[in-house]
């Protein structure tokens, strides 16, 4: 499959440690494993760092017409990526997993030795947790870390809600926007697995207020179509137009 119309936006922060030396390695393996795809890293300048702000930054940089969001700090197999992206032509939004491999901070550091081009058949994965969502299509149901979308589905809902601050929410806002412009018949889950690589985690992205300020938005979203709709207006006009 050729990645010449793909743009991989990536949400990034370095931070001199575990984050940058995962992103390192999994650059490399998005080069060489996804020829042409153009990788769009994006910024975030607030305090804390915000992931909605940091996906809208690389969606502005990105000049191809399908959208991989994935964080940095993901691995996938590429071949359940292809024919996940092939579901665009049927879906408005995909979700290209449903298990998530928790990578233990021992297993971790064994793949980042490893080849970059490893299938991940041959990831080492004993003793690491693994979350499965298989048939669940709801927000809050593990719809964060990665999706695929069209741009033109992106825009219309105006991106990611930057109102969300630090680490958690967004995805449950973003998937709620596009069940209420699409229709949830519209979005669909696949049955793969991601492994997510090991990192510490700064206090700041998940202090107790900023979740329950996040957790209240969210809220607010739930089963009011005012809300949701004032929510992708203001997206729009603050992110593309």
């Known amino acids: 499959m050729k990645f010449d119309n793909i743009s991989l936006l990536v949400p990034y922060k370095p931070d001199g440690s575990y984050r940058q030396k995962n992103w390192e390695w999994i650059k490399k393996r998005h080069e060489i494993l996804m020829p042409g795809v153009e990788i769009c890293i ?3 300048t607030t305090q804390p760092y915000s992931r909605a702000q940091s996906i809208n930054s690389a969606a502005k940089k990105a000049t191809r017409e ?8 993901l691995v996938f197999d590429i071949k359940e990526l292809e024919k996940a992206i092939e579901l665009l032509d049927k879906y408005y939004f995909v979700l290209p997993f449903s298990k ?3 990578m233990t901070e021992g297993k971790t550091e064994k793949l ?6 490893i299938k991940t058949d041959d990831i080492d994965i004993e003793g690491c947790k693994i979350a499965d969502k298989t048939g669940c299509m709801s927000p809050g149901a593990m ?3 990665m999706c695929i979308i069209k741009r033109e589905t992106f825009e219309n809902i105006g991106g990611y809600d930057e109102r969300i601050k630090g680490w958690g929410g967004e995805d449950n806002i973003f998937f709620i926007s596009i069940r209420y412009m699409y229709g949830l018949e519209n979005m669909v889950r696949t049955e793969s697995t991601i492994w997510h690589l090991f990192h510490r985690y700064s206090t700041n992205y998940k ?18 179509e005012e809300s949701i709709l004032n929510s992708i207006i203001e997206n729009k006009k603050n992110n593309f137009y």
């Open 112 to 117: 980042l030795t490893d080849n970059f081009a």
């Open 207 to 224: 202090s107790e207020e900023l979740r329950n300020k996040n957790i209240d938005l969210i809220k607010s979203m739930y089963g009011s």
């Open 42 to 44: 994006g910024d975030s």
């Open 100 to 102: 998530l491999v928790k």
């Open 66 to 73: 399908i959208f991989i969001i994935a964080d940095a700090d």
């Open 143 to 145: 719809t964060g870390g």
